[in-house]
């Protein structure tokens, strides 16, 4: 391993994926910070805005390897974050009932510049002295395409009551109740939809001369 990996999130689905790849990391807990983006960006660049953001929150050493994610559901153009209550989450089944939605994983990785990751695809960024290059980033994104069946208000109450997904984008986890019962299709990345792109994230990895 080239780098000493370190995970900010708060998520333990993050968490339990990273760990599949049979990585050794170090958790940081995510710093609260403004997720807002700016209007217009194309679905596939909100979270990775919003991943670009976490990242430059954290500072870190010359030989460790940030990585930060986000995750979006998205339906007719509307982003449907992490639902505010109960009631919202409800709200936000009903709309994804008998529908197909897509998820999008932006994931931002972190380094120090080193000569092996020269013409590689990372934006630079200059130190915060402002001599020379401080750190530099490399952003994507990965979606999928999910379709629910026709869920009854009671199977939506029985979900949100019992499970109370308000930490998840689109209020649910497709490896709960609701994915066993409710997902008819998915393509695309799986692992994607809960949080994190591990295949793409580990291509990734692989062609940056990171691993």
């Known amino acids: 391993m080239n780098y000493k990996i370190v995970l900010a999130s708060n998520s333990p689905r993050r968490r339990e994926l990273l760990s599949g790849l049979g990585f050794d990391y170090e958790v940081r807990t995510l710093k609260d910070l403004d997720e807002s983006y700016p209007e217009g960006l194309p679905m596939e660049e909100i979270p990775q805005y919003i991943s670009r953001k976490k990242a430059e929150a954290y500072t870190i050493g010359p030989d ?38 897509q998820v999008v994983t932006g994931v931002t990785l972190k380094v120090s510049p080193k000569s092996s990751l020269e013409g590689k695809d990372f ?3 200059p130190s915060p002295s402002g001599e020379g290059v401080g750190v530099m980033l490399h952003s994507f994104a990965s979606v999928s395409q999910v379709t629910f069946a026709d869920l009854t208000e009671e199977e939506i109450r029985h979900y949100v009551t019992h499970y109370r997904p308000l930490d998840k984008a689109g209020a649910y986890g497709i490896q709960e109740w609701i994915g066993y019962i409710g997902v008819t299709s998915l393509q695309g990345s799986y692992f994607n ?7 793409k994230l580990y291509t990734e990895m692989k062609k940056l001369n990171l691993i």
């Open 64 to 101: 460790e390897l940030l990585i930060t994610a986000d995750t979006i559901v998205y339906l007719d153009g509307e982003v449907l974050g992490k639902p505010t209550d109960e009631a919202d989450a409800i709200r936000m089944l009903r709309k994804l009932s008998g529908r197909t939605h």
């Open 123 to 125: 934006t630079r960024l």
């Open 193 to 199: 939809v809960m949080g994190l792109p591990v295949q």
